[in-house]
């Protein structure tokens, strides 16, 4: 098997190093990452300038650039064959319910399922790479079942729990959650005395009842949930028609 590794951490993160660590044994594995944390970057392509592609001593590859620009550059230029596999992560912290639409793991996974490549987007329940050993040991055994029965290509999102493997529940199919609206934004001064932004904290859960991605990983259960791209929204179709009629 042949496996694209990607994240938006960054190359040096701890969850990709875990992750191809965890893989190499039983893959052929090519890491192609940002150069520094782009957490957030979504589906972001840069095109206002031209990007550089280094490797590392360990033999990442490193892209100043997003995670969707690492994953494009390998598949449509830097790799001489299609992987069989792209994944990514794996990420600090969690990519559940409305996260997903601007997480950079989950785009990295994303922009490969949208080049006809299976695709897996990885992240842990919480910050701090707590037990990410066990969340390595999971997404093994998650590329190793190599999923036959989903109709290729596939984009699945995993969130595991930080918790040690032997505490970790079942894999739980799940949908994606809902969160409140975000915190305000954080006020404060640069060193000019000029006022500035920090985006605030994701809100919490709203939709998080059982089912969602919420709900499994708050009970110890790795959550997967299958994504699709439509974005169409296939019930106004017809009101549209007859709005514009």
């Known amino acids: 098997m042949r496996i694209l590794i990607s994240n938006d951490d960054g190359y040096l993160a701890p969850g990709i190093n875990a992750l191809a660590e965890a893989l190499q044994p039983i893959a052929d594995i090519v890491v192609v990452a940002p150069d520094s944390n782009r957490s957030g970057?979504?589906?972001?392509?840069?095109?206002?300038?031209?990007?550089?592609?280094?490797?590392?001593?360990?033999g990442f590859y490193f892209v100043n650039g997003t995670p969707t620009d690492c994953v494009h550059i390998a598949l449509t230029g830097?790799?001489?064959?299609v992987p069989d596999l792209v994944v990514s992560g794996i990420n600090n912290g969690p990519n559940m319910g409305d996260d997903t639409l601007y997480s950079g793991t989950v785009a990295a996974a994303t922009e490969g399922y949208l080049f006809g490549v299976p695709a897996i987007a990885f992240s842990q329940g919480s910050y701090g790479w707590t037990n990410i050993d066990a969340a390595a040991r999971?997404?093994?055994?998650?590329?190793?079942?190599?999923?036959e029965l989903l109709e290729r290509p596939y984009l699945l999102n995993v969130n595991i729990p930080a918790l040690p493997y032997e505490q970790l529940g079942p894999l739980t199919p799940t949908r994606l959650g809902r969160r409140h609206q975000a915190e305000p934004v954080v006020k404060a001064l640069d060193p000019r005395g000029r006022e500035i932004y920090w985006i605030g904290p994701p809100g919490a859960g709203k939709d998080a009842g059982e089912g969602t991605d919420f709900h499994a990983v708050a009970n110890g259960c790795v959550s997967l949930t299958p994504l699709q791209i439509d974005l169409t929204h296939r019930q106004q179709l017809d009101s549209l028609a007859k709005a514009i009629a």
């Open 138 to 147: 999971v997404a093994r055994e998650l590329v190793e079942r190599y999923l």
């Open 78 to 81: 830097l790799l001489d064959h």
């Open 41 to 58: 970057a979504s589906n972001s392509l840069t095109l206002d300038r031209p990007l550089s592609v280094h490797q590392a001593a360990n």
